[in-house]
């Protein structure tokens, strides 16, 4: 990890939504807790085991959570991008990092101290709640992975994944397209698929004429009816 000097912390900070409504002085005083991190792709900014000491922003770029199982196989937990946070709940648990994180581009990151967060707390009570509201977004997005990995089959994984940004009301989008922000073999530790049924599912999916299939680019001509071959995928 390379640190520079050059960026206005502050005004980072002032549009992170979590800090939304704190008052200049506020602001400030975490600045001095908070430091930059620049990430080059493919380093890692934390291992599983390390002590954590603060939590981290990302400014831009993309960043994934993830562990090694028994078997020596990569388990991707989580895929951030801009804006994103992580790190939160390790932090207020006092206990070492379960994942390590890994940027997956060139991201410059901010790392904000839990000294300084606690000290902040201690003072405002609402940005203790903005953080809880945080953290029950997270758990229940976990949720509804488990549930998706117990009950939905790998088609019904990636179909959703797809259309995730899409909603069902969306009656004028009719086509879409989407790209992926990293490689399949990320994506389909994600969906905890391996790699290989990743790429059958997306190749039968094409050969149905529900997708097209560019490098990461997937356009979707019809999404009603990519949406409804759910209802077929059962295996």
Same mark, same amino acid.
């Given at each position: 990890?390379?640190?520079?000097?050059?960026?206005?912390?502050?005004?980072?900070?002032?549009?992170?939504?979590?800090?939304?409504?704190?008052?200049?002085?506020?602001?400030?005083?975490?600045?001095r807790g908070t430091r930059e991190v620049?990430?080059?792709?493919?380093?890692?900014?934390?291992?599983?085991?390390?002590?954590?000491?603060?939590?981290?922003?990302?400014?831009?770029?993309?960043?994934?959570?993830?562990?090694?199982?028994?078997?020596?196989?990569?388990?991707?937990?989580?895929?951030?991008?801009?804006?994103?946070?992580?790190?939160?709940?390790v932090m207020f648990m006092e206990k070492?990092?379960?994942?390590? /994180?890994?940027?997956? #581009?060139?991201?410059?990151? +901010?790392?904000?101290? &839990?000294? %300084? !967060?606690?000290?902040? =707390?201690?003072?405002?009570?609402?940005?203790?709640?903005?953080?809880?509201?945080?953290?029950?977004?997270?758990?229940?997005?976990?949720?509804?992975?488990?549930?998706?990995?117990?009950?939905?089959?790998?088609?019904?994984?990636?179909?959703?994944?797809?259309?995730r940004d899409t909603v069902e009301s969306? /009656?004028?989008?009719? #086509?879409?397209?989407?790209? +992926?922000?990293?490689? &399949?073999? %990320? !994506?389909?530790?994600? =969906?905890?698929?391996?790699?290989?049924?990743?790429?059958?599912?997306?190749?039968?999916?094409?050969?149905?004429?529900?997708?097209?299939?560019?490098?990461?680019?997937?356009?979707?001509?019809?999404?009603?009816?990519?949406?409804?071959?759910?209802?077929?995928?059962?295996?």
């Amino acid at each position: 990890m390379h640190a520079k000097q050059g960026i206005n912390i502050e005004a980072l900070l002032s549009h992170v939504p979590l800090f939304n409504g704190l008052e200049a002085v506020e602001i400030a005083r975490i600045a001095r807790g908070t430091r930059e991190v620049n990430a080059l792709r493919g380093e890692i900014l934390f291992h599983k085991g390390d002590p954590s000491n603060g939590f981290h922003l990302i400014v831009y770029g993309q960043v994934k959570l993830a562990f090694t199982s028994s078997q020596g196989g990569e388990k991707v937990v989580d895929i951030l991008s801009q804006g994103q946070s992580f790190g939160e709940a390790v932090m207020f648990m006092e206990k070492p990092y379960m994942v390590y /994180a890994q940027a997956l #581009s060139d991201s410059l990151l +901010l790392h904000i101290s &839990k000294a %300084v !967060i606690l000290d902040e =707390l201690d003072k405002d009570p609402k940005l203790g709640r903005k953080m809880i509201a945080g953290l029950s977004i997270r758990l229940h997005h976990l949720i509804t992975d488990v549930e998706s990995y117990s009950l939905h089959s790998g088609r019904q994984r990636i179909i959703g994944y797809l259309l995730r940004d899409t909603v069902e009301s969306d /009656a004028n989008s009719n #086509s879409l397209t989407v790209m +992926l922000t990293t490689n &399949k073999g %990320v !994506i389909a530790s994600r =969906l905890n698929l391996t790699q290989e049924h990743f790429s059958r599912i997306l190749h039968e999916l094409s050969e149905k004429g529900l997708i097209v299939v560019e490098g990461r680019k997937i356009s979707i001509p019809d999404v009603e009816k990519l949406r409804g071959y759910t209802i077929l995928a059962l295996a």
